[in-house]
C-alpha cells in the first residue's frame, strides 16, 4: 500500500490543487453543493480542529440523511470539538461527486470520508486527494484507487445470510423453488459481491428464473423489473424473491401486490429500515440484514481523525481488504445480524435502534401483539 506523503509535501500539494481548481470552488458554492457544518460540541479532544469532508451518494437511500450523516458529525463533534465537517451529496451523478471531491481538496480538508456514487468512476479524484496529501476513509462502497482506509461490511457474507434465510423462508418443497434475483447497482461493488455470496449459497438448492441489476439502487426501478418477472414466469410460479436491499425490496412487494401475487413469497433486504422491519412485523417482508450505522460511522471518523493528525490507525482497523491499488487497506468491518419477526425484540430493540412503539404504529398493533412485540 502507498503511504501518503508527509505534512510538508501535503501541504504543497494542497496549493498546487488549489490553484487548478479555484474556479470551480466558486461555481460550486455558489450552486450551493458543499454544506460547512460545525460538529455539534462535546468531548475532549485535546488537540486543534480542521476540517473534515463528507460526502454520500445520493438522496433516495433513507439511511444517508436518517442515519451516516448525523451519526458521523455526531462523532466528530464528540472527538473533536473544534473540527467542521464539510458536507455534500451527489444526488446520485458521478460528475456532481467528482466536482464535490475537486473542491473538497481545494478548500484544505484534512481527510475526506467518501461513499462513491461509482467505485470506478471516482478513482482519478481519490487519487487527486492523495496526490495532495489528504487520505480518503472509502465508506460502506470500497473504492478503486489509493484509499487510506475503509469502513464497511463484508458484503459477500450479507448475501449468503440474506440466501440462506430466504431458502428457509421457502422450507422444503417437492420441487426446487424458483426465485426472483433484484441485485443492487452495477456500479456499486457490494452489489456484486452480494450477489456472490447469495448465489454461493442457491447453487443445487434453488433455481434463478430472473436475475437483474438495479440501477441507483431506485425501488421504482425494482417495480418495473419484478412486474417484468412476474408477467414472464407467471404470479403462481414465483416462491421466493432474493433482494439486495430494503428499498429494492419495497419495488419488489409493490410489484407483487400490484399484480395480485397471494400468498406473498418471502421477500429478503437489508439495512434494517424501519419501514422494512414494520413489513416483517406485517408479514410481508421475511428478512432484514441489520448493519450498526453507529459502529460504522463511528469507525470512518475515528480513522479520518487519526489520518487527518497523521498517526497510525492500527489500533482501530484490524481487518484488511483490497481493491485495484493494494490488497492491504486497513479497514473495519462491523457486525451482521440477520432480523426476521422472532428477532426484532432481541436485535434492534435491545440494542436501542427501534423502540416497540416506533415499530408498532395503530394499524400493526394486531400484528405486533401476535408477534410478541407489546410495551
Not at 468512476?121 to 487510506?148: K, M, N
Not at 426446487?176 to 456499486?188: H, R
Request: glycine letters at 10%; one cysteine or more.
Amino acid at each position: 500500500m502507498k503511504r501518503r506523503h508527509g505534512p510538508a509535501r501535503g501541504a504543497v500539494g494542497r496549493a498546487v490543487v488549489a490553484a487548478a481548481v479555484a474556479s470551480l470552488i466558486a461555481g460550486l458554492a455558489a450552486c450551493g453543493t458543499l454544506e460547512p457544518v460545525a460538529a455539534p460540541s462535546g468531548g475532549d479532544s485535546g488537540t486543534g480542529g480542521f476540517s473534515v469532508g463528507l460526502l454520500l451518494p445520493d438522496t433516495h437511500t433513507a439511511r444517508w440523511a436518517a442515519s451516516d450523516k448525523p451519526l458521523i458529525q455526531a462523532k466528530v463533534g464528540q472527538l473533536c470539538p473544534d473540527c467542521v465537517v464539510k458536507y455534500a451529496n451527489a444526488s446520485g451523478d458521478v460528475a456532481t461527486q467528482q466536482q464535490q471531491m475537486d473542491s473538497m481538496i481545494a478548500s484544505g480538508v484534512r481527510a475526506i470520508i467518501l461513499d462513491p456514487v461509482d467505485y470506478k468512476a471516482l478513482r482519478s479524484s481519490i487519487t487527486r486527494a492523495h496526490d495532495a496529501g489528504i487520505p480518503v476513509v472509502s465508506y460502506d462502497r470500497l473504492a478503486e484507487g489509493p484509499i487510506s482506509a475503509y469502513s464497511g461490511y463484508d458484503s459477500e457474507q450479507i448475501g449468503r445470510l440474506q440466501a440462506e434465510a430466504l431458502l428457509t423462508a421457502m422450507g422444503h418443497g417437492t420441487h426446487e423453488p424458483q426465485i426472483v434475483m433484484m441485485n443492487g447497482d452495477p456500479t456499486d461493488p457490494n452489489a456484486a459481491a452480494l450477489q456472490r455470496g447469495a448465489l454461493s449459497v442457491f447453487k443445487g438448492r434453488a433455481k434463478i428464473v430472473k436475475s437483474y441489476y438495479t440501477a441507483g439502487w431506485i425501488p421504482q426501478r425494482a417495480f418495473t423489473n419484478m412486474s417484468a418477472a412476474i408477467a414472464q414466469v407467471g404470479p403462481d410460479r414465483l416462491d421466493g424473491v432474493y433482494s439486495a436491499n430494503d428499498g429494492l425490496a419495497f419495488g419488489v412487494l409493490t410489484a407483487l401486490k400490484a399484480a395480485g401475487v397471494k400468498p406473498l413469497p418471502p421477500i429478503t433486504g437489508q439495512d434494517a429500515n424501519r419501514e422494512a422491519v414494520q413489513r416483517i412485523v406485517a408479514g410481508q417482508q421475511y428478512v432484514t440484514v441489520y448493519k450498526s450505522f453507529v459502529s460504522e460511522a463511528e469507525a470512518a471518523v475515528e480513522m479520518a481523525l487519526a489520518l487527518g493528525r497523521g498517526a497510525s490507525i492500527d489500533a482501530i482497523a484490524k481487518d484488511r481488504v483490497g481493491n485495484d491499488t493494494s490488497s492491504a487497506i486497513p479497514a473495519v468491518l462491523g457486525p451482521l445480524t440477520p432480523v426476521t419477526v422472532d428477532t426484532i425484540e432481541s436485535t434492534l430493540v435491545k440494542d436501542g435502534v427501534y423502540t416497540i412503539a416506533q415499530i408498532c404504529t395503530p394499524d400493526l398493533r394486531a400484528a405486533c401483539r401476535k408477534a410478541g412485540l407489546t410495551t
